[in-house]
């Protein structure tokens, strides 16, 4: 392809407002240019990557059977009203009317759609279980669009939803929902973790998001350096190592400390470490008071707590309502003398400790001496901390690391929740009437090119990975006023698409430098350069990633890239 | 594939409320299920299709050397406002608003996201021609959606839009893209004809629709039988071929004709055949008085009229107005003593009349014996005549036939309607500051699936051309509780795989009737039944198309079906 006959508008400058290196260096490199705020033209350049990134999802997702198809983007209001979705969505939900006016959406997602095409085919646990997939522009009206491709209005996405008459068919599926898109994710050439979902507030059902460590990325991703493990802040956990203390055993004594409100306060009230200090914090769970003891060198993670206690609502309590329930100043809340009916918990790592500071639960007081197993048998021990970097990951194998990532996947066990509202249902083999169980599976097309570059991008532009770039190799002649590079470029051409690579040919009438410059921005694998040796058929092969160049003789050239793409 | 495995949601029964065949067998066959009125899901058998369309475009439009890109659908209303369309594309346009009340449309055609992004990108004539395209879903609020995919709410379009710096380029251009255009039709498998349009009241600029005739399309096709030409009935024409009369001119003569309004009222007068008659309609061309005159067979063509005439208002004068002006009944308008300023022309095909029977312009009065070089030796002679059938095409070869007709395609050359408006200037190579020179040209692609639906369907369901059909070969087993027909279906399946070909196997314990209804409501080109004879190793062929069946022994079951295949 002749880089002259293709749109391509390289950029100098970095654009104004864009934040993340993908959105710049997308624009920069010609791949994207803005329409409105939150939306963006495809150039063809970028065209070419998503058309391959297509190309790898639909070859995944058959190979697993699934079955692709296309819905209307404009949804009937009237099916997000029946499924409960219409309400809850919020405002990011896009809503139009016909002439007639009969209200539409603009899809986000397309549960309720699927269920009813479903619903109005499928009768029987007979033709069960069914995998339907479609690429196609979804659409979220964002508040704050940003960060280019990554938090956009309309963007293009994989939506596949299953449909069995039993769990075990929708767990067979999931699994291999899960190899697929590990599949996926590894042959576009993107570094990403897989995050176990929060099982328990879904109601039971399983699910796992991916997610591809970035800088921009709008979760904080706790993963083990050793390990496969990875999940969310809010639900990352850490191995419980109780160390050991032989210290004996002192008598619990209550010790006036006026004023002495803060951890910090605590420790050097009673000069100890802040580990030898038990925090007691007062939550309203479901408007219930709960006195949660963490070590005071711990931070209470509420998502966590949240799920433990299996409530909706969950909130620290304020100063007045620690006063009003337990008629202590905040900084003295203690498990101790608790008004009935208080529920009182413990992080796993308050267990070990010995001779520990803690809240009296009287104004202006603290115990020192606390030992739980002596002094509060019937404590409750959970994990509610917040991990921190350095932890031993929960599989004992590494440390937790942190990262900032970008959400690529999500697959999602369903179950009846949308079956049920729809009246989807089938008869199963005792020829009762049931709702079909349901999985769900996406990933972000548009938002993996992003990602892509957001994770191998440098200061000089973009570098592809070979499996998803818009061309094999860059041939730049440096002057095309001289004929004996214009022929040798048309040769080597024609050579390498022979061998079946993509190649673009940068036939511009520009200088050298600037030819360069571009080429660098737009990232291809290989540019071979046609320089002053051209008549001696000396050609320069660079390698994007690394910067390694090489002389070759172009009779040589396709071995040498072969070896050189090998590196890649 | 597995038949069990897709979501072919066959129908024995015609669906309510759909008349087209294509329209009928999409639904019954599985392909297409309706979301809302005027949205439909393409199923997996659709899709595959579609599939098979799209690629089939886009290996004739890369060919060309256009470009692949896509534009997002939500359009802010300002480019449409800048181009003047906002106002006069009317109540089709699908129109919203995001959350900070900024207005959208959703696109039902890209002019004007194409031509902001090369405004925004090209500066200069030496970055030029470039033609970019999109295959994507377009938005048309349809007062009353019907035919299905033929007239419907949300569609899939191919929109390509070329730029150039002179006419020359975009002559090449637009060549380039009637050419691939018909390439793609051919492949397709579909019957088609390439309508010139109506290059004068477009401002010169030459367009050409691409139509595929079918019993529910829209517009009536005139096509000769013996030659390429084609034409909307609108804009259709004939061969002008007088007649000459040997007969002997007679004087003018008034004659009394009380009563005598109609053409067969001065028939049967004057005891003459229409064609001896010459017939005056008045019409008002933008509020002026015009007289038209034909023979008495013919019918006026008021698009013709409107045409030559240059005018935008045209219409026939009412019974008041023709009192008004002229001073007449209606039936005795004629060209005599018209009052000042009152046009005449007459249709090519009264210049060669004799001895014909004429309004007089005067009340319950006819002249007879009116010979018009005579007796009005200035008349104006032009083509406004409707075409017949069974007229001799005006390129001489063959006679008109009539045939409704769907629109497929089109190209246009834009000239500088955009670009003009929307600023898109460049440097030409005198340095001057030019509006770029624009083209486009469409393919509606959910509509092709329907047009060869319509062409090729029979009354028991689908028949598709082999270029586009979902799956090349269809197995039958037709006992799938016969163990040696499964072994032969899964030998078979893997055999015609290997060989290049895609299979779908019907795998359901389903009676064979109900295979065989539902394998023809499919429309696959070729059947492969294994039956009683699946011990002895032989299978039936069938062809869709022709019905034609053969037995074929297993180990000649490739060859038979190449044999077959290529009478398809």
Redesign the interface.
């Known amino acids: 392809m002749?880089q002259?006959?293709?749109?391509i508008?390289t950029q100098k400058q970095d654009p104004t407002g864009a934040e993340a290196l993908s959105h710049r260096m997308l624009i920069r490199g010609?791949y994207i240019?803005q329409?409105?705020?939150g939306?963006?033209?495809?150039?063809?350049l970028?065209?070419?990557v998503?058309?391959k990134i297509e190309r790898i999802i639909k070859r995944e997702m058959d190979a697993t059977?699934a079955?692709?198809?296309?819905?209307?983007?404009?949804?009937?209001a009237q099916f997000w009203q029946d499924s409960g979705r219409y309400d809850t969505y919020g405002?990011?939900l896009?809503?139009?009317k016909?002439?007639h006016d009969?209200e539409?959406i603009?899809g986000p997602t397309h549960e309720e759609?699927f269920t009813?095409?479903?619903k109005?085919?499928?009768k029987s646990y007979?033709?069960l279980?069914?995998n339907?997939y479609q690429i196609?522009?979804k659409?979220r009206?964002e508040?704050r669009p940003r960060y280019g491709l990554l938090r956009s209005?309309?963007f293009l996405m994989l939506d596949s939803y299953s449909f069995s008459a039993n769990e075990d068919d929708l767990d067979q599926i999931y699994k291999e929902m899960r190899t697929a898109f590990e599949a996926i994710f590894n042959q576009i050439g993107l570094s990403y973790r897989g995050i176990i979902g929060d099982s328990g507030s879904m109601g039971g059902s399983d699910s796992m998001e991916f997610s591809a460590p970035a800088a921009v990325g709008e979760d904080t991703i706790v993963y083990s350096n050793d390990s496969e493990y990875a999940a969310n802040l809010e639900m990352a956990t850490n191995m419980f190592v109780p160390q050991k203390s032989h210290a004996e055993a002192q008598p619990l004594e209550l010790v006036d400390t006026p004023d002495v409100k803060t951890i910090d306060q605590v420790t050097a009230f009673f000069d100890v470490h802040s580990d030898q200090v038990v925090k007691s914090l007062l939550y309203l769970a479901d408007e219930q008071p709960v006195v949660v003891l963490l070590r005071g060198d711990q931070v209470a993670n509420e998502a966590k707590l949240k799920h433990v206690l299996g409530v909706d609502k969950f909130e620290l309590a304020t100063a007045d309502q620690v006063k009003q329930l337990l008629n202590v100043q905040p900084g003295a809340v203690g498990p101790f003398d608790l008004p009935q009916g208080t529920k009182v918990l413990a992080d796993e790592y308050v267990q070990p400790v010995v001779n520990a500071v803690i809240g009296a639960n009287q104004t202006g007081k603290h115990y020192q001496g606390f030992n739980p197993t002596r002094d509060l048998p019937e404590l409750e021990y959970v994990d509610v901390r917040t991990v921190k970097e350095g932890d031993i990951s929960p599989d004992g194998s590494g440390e937790l690391q942190f990262t900032k990532g970008i959400e690529i996947g999500h697959i999602f066990k369903l179950g009846t929740r949308y079956s049920k509202v729809l009246g989807a249902d089938i008869l199963d083999e005792n020829g009762r009437q049931q709702p079909i169980i349901m999985g769900c599976y996406g990933i972000g097309v548009s938002r993996l090119l992003s990602a892509v570059a957001e994770q191998q991008a440098d200061d000089n532009g973009l570098v592809w990975p070979t499996a998803i770039a818009p061309f094999d190799v860059h041939v730049i002649p440096t002057n095309v006023k001289k004929e004996e590079q214009v022929e040798l470029a048309t040769q080597i051409t024609g050579a390498l698409e022979d061998a079946g690579l993509e190649v673009l040919v940068d036939d511009r009438?520009e200088r050298a430098g600037v030819k360069f410059a571009d080429s660098d921005l737009i990232g291809i694998p290989v540019r071979v350069t046609i320089g002053k040796k051209a008549d001696e058929g000396i050609v320069e092969v660079k390698i994007r990633k690394t910067g390694e160049t090489v002389e070759t003789k172009v009779d040589d050239l396709n071995n040498t890239i072969k070896i050189l793409a090998k590196e890649i």
Request: hydrophobic content about 40%; charged content about 25%.
């Open positions: 002749k002259s006959r293709m749109l508008p010609g240019q329409v409105s705020a939306t963006y033209a495809y150039l063809p970028a065209y070419r998503l058309e059977g079955s692709e198809m296309l819905v209307p983007e404009i949804i009937p405002a990011e896009f809503t139009l016909n002439r009969t539409f603009l759609t009813e095409l479903v109005n085919s499928i007979k033709k279980p069914l339907l196609q522009s659409f009206d508040d209005r309309e009438k």
